[in-house]
């Protein structure tokens, strides 16, 4: 069993460029995602910490996504003209920043595929269904300064006009060159094939009003955009296109921030607000619930208890899992806030925020407190990283289900690790909230007894 701890990563403070025009002190360090070297970790498996994102095995191409590249190569006999639709979605990379690829999607025939960029419509069976929507759209790239969007303006005011759109647009795009490899990583959803855009138009159909306002609004702070949005009902999914877009915050501070760093920094300002504003003065839950979802080849278990606000996300991946690829042993992880929230970011990445986003919201909307654990086992058949919208959505999908109640902790806590196929007792290797109850002590003699 490989057990990779927090305390193993060497965390190194930046400031964050592309969005330090929303943060301030009390949250900047949370939104830090830098992480520096590995320090004492077992490299036989750090894929589960570094997911692509932090090179921490300091090869030159991802092992587990240049494998997925390959499985997942979109062959497609495209003209370079494309007279079709885009969804309200564009992407802004990160690479080369600031100078960096951006555009919206493209999808090769006349047709409403406004629900493909948006997460809360998405309800699949299995990866390979996703992949048959996502990887049919094509990622245009042009290249604009991020911190000055406006000496393009031609280009940054189509990308409005394409986040802007109530529905999916008219598109026409003539491309220089198309390449042959998908878009994928932990945190975005995958988007196919790419290329480099000539020239391109899109033609919105109508706006999404709330969006509109906050646009236009050009003396309303991005913190504040973004929570009048989401407290307007705004989708998450097109709360995080227009961050990207630069479309939130005073005049003179917007900028466009890459798409990977916006969904993160959506989930985590959201749900930090829901926590501090709203859920800490709520009462506390009576009872202990479990809610369970069966996803697209994972489970997710969801613990909440009485008691103050405390929030902790645990991941196991199989073997054959997309971030246990090529491993031989089952590799948890995990992180964990107490009731005043955290000062660093977490060690697992955007899943944590994700989740903290869908737990804090059931919590502000049924009106109570609660505190929280939610464990993810991902399986073989989870081969493919697909964005941390999929953990957002599995666990809002768990909180809509009806839970079993149990009147003590220590039943709630032996039933969830029931329902896993990982041995219960390896699990609580890992688990820190349940130090804080006193129950701990008879689970664990349960456990060493039945495990």
């Not at 590249?69 to 979605?89: A, F, M, Q, T, W």
């Not at 600031?98 to 990866?127: C, M, Q």
């Amino acid at each position: 069993m490989i057990y990779l701890s927090p305390r193993f990563v060497k965390k190194v403070r930046h400031r964050i460029p592309w969005i330090s025009h929303i943060i301030n002190e009390d949250n900047a360090g949370e939104l830090n995602p830098y992480i520096g070297k590995m320090s004492g970790a077992n490299k036989t498996n750090i894929c589960v910490i570094c997911r692509g994102s932090k090179n921490l095995c300091r090869k030159k191409v991802c092992p587990v996504l240049e494998k997925q590249y390959v499985i997942y190569r979109v062959k497609k006999k495209l003209d370079r003209k494309i007279e079709g639709s885009s969804p309200p979605e564009i992407f802004v990379g990160r690479i080369g920043y600031p100078n960096v690829y951006v555009g919206p999607l493209f999808y090769s025939e006349r047709k409403d595929i406004t629900h493909f960029s948006i997460a809360e419509y998405w309800d699949f069976a299995t990866i390979s269904e996703f992949l048959n929507m996502r990887l049919s759209l094509i990622r245009g790239m042009s290249k604009i300064n991020i911190k000055r969007p406006n000496q393009n303006k031609k280009l940054h005011q189509r990308l409005i006009d394409t986040v802007l759109s109530k529905r999916a647009l008219d598109s026409e795009a003539e491309f220089r060159k198309l390449i042959d490899k998908p878009t994928i990583g932990a945190y975005i959803q995958p988007i196919g094939i790419r290329g480099i855009i000539g020239d391109f138009e899109v033609y919105p159909k109508g706006s999404l009003r709330e969006l509109e306002k906050v646009y236009y609004d050009e003396d309303l702070k991005a913190n504040e955009a973004i929570i009048e949005l989401y407290r307007n009902n705004v989708y998450v999914s097109r709360i995080i296109q227009g961050l990207s877009a630069g479309m939130y915050g005073l005049e003179n501070q917007r900028k466009l921030v890459p798409t990977r760093w916006s969904i993160t920094a959506i989930d985590c300002i959201i749900s930090k607000w829901l926590r501090d504003e709203i859920i800490k003065y709520k009462p506390t839950i009576n009872n202990n619930l479990v809610f369970e979802y069966n996803g697209m080849g994972d489970k997710f278990i969801v613990i909440l208890f009485p008691g103050s606000w405390k929030y902790e996300f645990i991941e196991i991946w199989w073997p054959g899992s997309s971030w246990n690829y090529f491993g031989n042993y089952i590799a948890i992880c995990g992180d964990y806030e107490l009731h005043w929230g955290r000062t660093t970011y977490a060690s697992i990445g955007g899943c944590y925020y994700a989740t903290r986003l869908a737990v804090s919201e059931y919590l502000s909307k049924i009106g109570i407190k609660a505190g929280v654990i939610v464990i993810r086992e991902a399986y073989p058949e989870h081969y493919m990283p697909v964005g941390v919208w999929y953990v957002r959505e599995s666990v809002r999908r768990a909180l809509l289900g009806k839970p079993y109640e149990f009147a003590d902790f220590d039943d709630a806590i032996k039933f969830a690790l029931s329902r896993l196929k990982v041995r219960p007792v390896e699990v609580l290797k890992v688990m820190r909230l349940i130090k804080d109850v006193k129950q701990q002590k008879s689970i664990l003699e349960y456990i060493n007894k039945n495990g």
